[in-house]
């Protein structure tokens, strides 16, 4: 063979090598594309932290804080302060949004690689957080600046001090928390929950159930009626004695007749004031009414509250709910004011006449038919170290 064509057989192999290796890089690429495109935001993140961390950038902080709380540009100028200090990145800020209390604000930071995401305002603003970190292992941090501030209390948080929340959210350790989740079962479309509707592409009026989530209470009757009786103007106020003024005018109201079937046992059939579903049980005044409920530990507390004989009742009811607080259980039948706790991991409940939801404090609406179920270890939060 003519040197020539030796030239063009050894030119076709170094051409087809070629091809191949181009056509193994693009498929390469298009495979990472695909990976970066279509995994969840908790690989995204894993991914984004783990680059930050070779290249010893230190950790990405986002806050996502509600912008109508006291204070918050105040407290924009010390957080890039304190990330400064620590010779950390700039940190992310976005703000709430009537449109979305949270949740976009909190996927978009993960997108975005952040190591950790910190709610700046009341519970509504921590539930919309949670919402957009469950599942993905990145961690949340509170600085609450609400009336109840019902998760940071339990998680034993600063509740007067932002910038000792903020050190607790830079410098804390991660715990891994439970998640509740209600879901209205039966007209969807008649409740309203800016957190869920945030969470999802369906209409705000679709009747498709939806899942409604809750870090430390959801309750059905007089407690979500004297939430939903509150004032706000009163609220802002004198914080969250503002609920007991309310509590007052609903103190005379009928007990709820419930169907309740908790995991795989029958249903039982009462008639109570209120029933509470909770993943932990301190609220604000030192009251504490799930004393056995613990944050990690599979399952949601239960409570039927119950009054008759009008004030005799509650004052009853009040004397269980302050000897509890302190390790002391009444267990003398025929109460007329008593609270009967119980648990379970899932817990369904029918109210045929309907009655008031709430979670954690913001209340969703009249319901005839829910379920609530447990999220074991779904979410992590910082916590203070000691």
């Not at 070629?18 to 935001?41: D, T």
């Not at 908790?42 to 991914?47: D, K």
């Not at 959801?218 to 509590?247: C, H, N, P, S």
């Not at 209340?363 to 992590?380: C, H, N, Q, S």
Request: with cysteine; charged share 25%.
């Amino acid at each position: 063979m003519a040197w020539e064509g030796w030239v063009a057989v050894v030119a076709g192999v170094l051409a087809l090598a070629a091809l191949g290796i181009a056509l193994l890089l693009w498929v390469r690429q298009r495979e990472l594309r695909r990976r970066i495109e279509s995994p969840g935001r908790a690989q995204v993140a894993r991914a984004l932290r783990l680059a930050r961390d070779v290249q010893g950038s230190g950790q990405l902080v986002a806050f996502v804080a509600n912008p109508s709380k006291p204070d918050v540009a105040h407290l924009r100028a010390a957080v890039v302060r304190a990330c400064a200090d620590q010779l950390l990145p700039e940190p992310l800020w976005l703000e709430t949004t009537v449109e979305d209390p949270g949740v976009g604000q909190t996927r978009a930071a993960v997108d975005q690689g952040a190591d950790v995401v910190v709610a700046i305002g009341g519970d509504g603003t921590v539930r919309a957080v949670a919402e957009g970190l469950v599942g993905t292992g990145v961690p949340m941090g509170l600085i609450p600046l609400g009336t109840g501030n019902l998760l940071a209390r339990n998680l034993d948080l600063p509740l007067s001090d932002p910038l000792a929340a903020l050190h607790v959210a830079l410098d804390g350790r991660d715990r891994t928390i439970d998640v509740g989740w209600l879901r209205v079962l039966r007209f969807e479309s008649d409740v309203h929950d800016d957190v869920a509707e945030a969470a999802d592409d369906l209409p705000d009026d679709t009747d498709l159930p939806r899942d409604h989530i809750f870090l430390v209470i959801a309750g059905v009757g007089f407690d979500a009626a004297m939430v939903a009786d509150t004032d706000e103007q009163l609220k802002a106020r004198v914080g969250w004695i503002a609920y007991f003024f309310a509590g007052m005018r609903h103190l005379h109201g009928r007990r709820t007749r419930v169907h309740v079937r908790l995991d795989d046992q029958q249903t039982t059939t009462t008639r109570l004031r209120s029933l509470l579903i909770g993943n932990c049980g301190r609220l604000p005044g030192g009251i504490t009414l799930l004393p056995d409920a613990e944050l990690d530990d599979g399952w949601l507390d239960v409570a039927a509250i119950d009054t008759r004989a009008g004030i005799a009742g509650w004052a009853q009811l009040l004397g269980e709910v302050v000897l509890q607080g302190v390790g002391v259980r009444n267990e003398l039948p025929a109460k007329i004011g008593r609270i009967d706790h119980t648990r379970a991991q899932e817990v369904r409940l029918v109210v045929p006449g309907g009655d008031h939801v709430q979670v954690d404090g913001d209340v969703v609406g009249r319901v005839t038919e829910l379920r609530a179920r447990v999220d074991p270890g779904a979410l992590v939060v910082r916590v203070p170290s000691a």
